[in-house]
T-cell receptor, first 113, second 111 residues
Framework: DQQVKQNSPSLSVQEGRISILNCDYTNSMFDYFLWYKKYPAEGPTFLISISSIKDKNEDGRFTVFLNKSAKHLSLHIVPSQPGDSAVYFC????????????FGKGTLLTVNP | SQTIHQWPATLVQPVGSPLSLECTVEGTSNPNLYWYRQAAGRGLQLLFYSVGIGQISSEVPQNLSASRPQDRQFILSSKKLLLSDSGFYLCAWRKLNTEAFFGQGTRLTVV
């Protein structure tokens, strides 16, 4: 049972345009969400997070939007750059004493020059 | 600042051989520690997590085990490797309700 779903395995975008990466979740107990970026043969690096008490969080070119009623979050990258080409993972954590981060399968973003 | 070290970076092992991957964290105390595996098309699968010395929780039944002999040391082991154990193994640490920080990973190939 996959509680965090990234339904698009890949996405291709032109440099300078917006990249939108989507993530859906099924567990209504999730209250903290994160996005990670991963290059081949490296560990994932943290990009941005959002708590369920917010619907938007922005950090430079990266913005995460959360729609709790739809159990959906998205990562916007504007403007996209070739160096953004990587696999992006969505992750979620339920609060309290839950120690686990549940990850989606990832979306491969390719930014074309 | 906190750092996480994971080694080796790559490993080729024959079927039936033992395995020991080590992960250490510096610059923090009493972290939650995690072992993940990335297999092709399956994203990041949580294998084990630990909230303290000697405390290990297993997420999936498998051929692997984990131990935490010290506060900032996490070890992934197997007595006899299977072909299906091949994959990219990642160690991570976090404090509760914050982001997780990952090591550089170990590419394990079982032949």
């Amino acid at each position: 049972d996959q509680q965090v779903k990234q339904n698009s395995p890949s996405l291709s975008v032109q440099e300078g345009r917006i990249s939108i990466l989507n993530c859906d979740y099924t567990n209504s107990m999730f209250d903290y969400f994160l996005w990670y970026k991963k290059y081949p043969a490296e560990g994932p690096t943290f990009l941005i997070s959002i708590s369920s008490i917010k619907d938007k969080n922005e950090d430079g070119r990266f913005t995460v939007f959360l729609n709790k009623s739809a159990k959906h979050l998205s990562l916007h990258i504007v403007p996209s750059q070739p160096g953004d080409s990587a696999v992006y993972f969505c992750a979620a954590n339920s609060g309290g004493s839950n120690y686990k981060l549940t990850f989606g399968k990832g979306t491969l973003l390719t930014v074309n020059p | 600042s906190q750092t996480i070290h994971q080694w080796p970076a790559t490993l080729v092992q024959p079927v039936g051989s033992p395995l020991s991957l080590e992960c250490t964290v510096e610059g923090t105390s009493n972290p939650n520690l995690y072992w993940y595996r990335q297999a092709a098309g399956r994203g990041l699968q949580l294998l084990f997590y630990s909230v303290g010395i000697g405390q290990i929780s297993s997420e999936v039944p498998q051929n692997l085990s984990a131990s935490r002999p010290q506060d900032r040391q996490f070890i992934l082991s197997s007595k006899k490797l299977l072909l299906s154990d091949s994959g990219f193994y990642l160690c991570a640490w976090r404090k509760l309700n914050t982001e997780a920080f990952f090591g550089q990973g170990t590419r394990l190939t079982v032949v």
